[in-house]
Structure formats: structure tokens, C-alpha cells
């Protein structure tokens, strides 16, 4: 069984900094690849950033240039370095294995 746990998430001022992170009990964690998503009130669970195996990566249009996706496989850990954050950037991010998913971080972003 996969456990991914989130961490890092909190309420920051607009054009503020956060780190989250996502420690996964995986066996097999460097073979997979690792994404994070994000879900605001009342709206659907969109993908955020991904990562590959091999280290590729792929962002959402609304964060490209400002969120960056990393991975630390000696670690069994993924990262989103969020800058620049918006009010539009308020939701729980969540960490995402295959079909695992982790309990969610919350991400406030004050104007």
C-alpha cells in the first residue's frame, strides 16, 4: 500500500513564497511518475504540475513560471516551489501517485 503525505502548505501574502512537500511510502517511488493537483471550493480537481521518472515535467497554463515541480528519489519525495502566488491560487493541494492520493494541504493566498 502507498502513503503519500503532504506538507508545507499554509496562508501567505500575494506575491509570497511556499514549498510544499510530499513524502511517499513507495517501494517503487523513482519509477513513477509524481503529480500534484489542487482543488478550490466548489470547483473540480485540476492538475497543477507533473513530473516524470526521468525527471520531465509539465505545468498548468495558470502556473507556468512561477510553480516548479522537483523530485528527490534518495528521498521518496516530490516538491512544488510555489512564487508569485496569487488569491487564485487558494485551494487544497494534493500529491498524486498512479491512484493514490495524499490527505490534501491547504494553500491560502491573502490579496
Known amino acids: 500500500q502507498v502513503q503519500l503525505v503532504e506538507s508545507g502548505g499554509g496562508l501567505v501574502q500575494a506575491g509570497g513564497s511556499l514549498r510544499l512537500s510530499c513524502a511517499a511510502s513507495?517501494?517503487?517511488?523513482?519509477?513513477?511518475?509524481m503529480g500534484w493537483y489542487r482543488q478550490a471550493p466548489g470547483k473540480q480537481r485540476d492538475l497543477v504540475a507533473r513530473?516524470?521518472?526521468?525527471?520531465?515535467?509539465n505545468y498548468a497554463d495558470s502556473v507556468k513560471g512561477r510553480f516548479t515541480i522537483s523530485r528527490d528519489n534518495a528521498k521518496n519525495t516530490v516538491y512544488l516551489q510555489m512564487n508569485s502566488l496569487k488569491p487564485d491560487d487558494t485551494a487544497v493541494y494534493y500529491c498524486?501517485?498512479?491512484?493514490?492520493w495524499g490527505q490534501g494541504t491547504q494553500v491560502t493566498v491573502s490579496s
Open positions: 513507495a517501494r517503487f517511488f523513482r519509477f513513477n511518475a
Open positions: 513530473i516524470t521518472s526521468g525527471g520531465s515535467t
Open positions: 498524486n501517485m498512479m491512484t493514490f
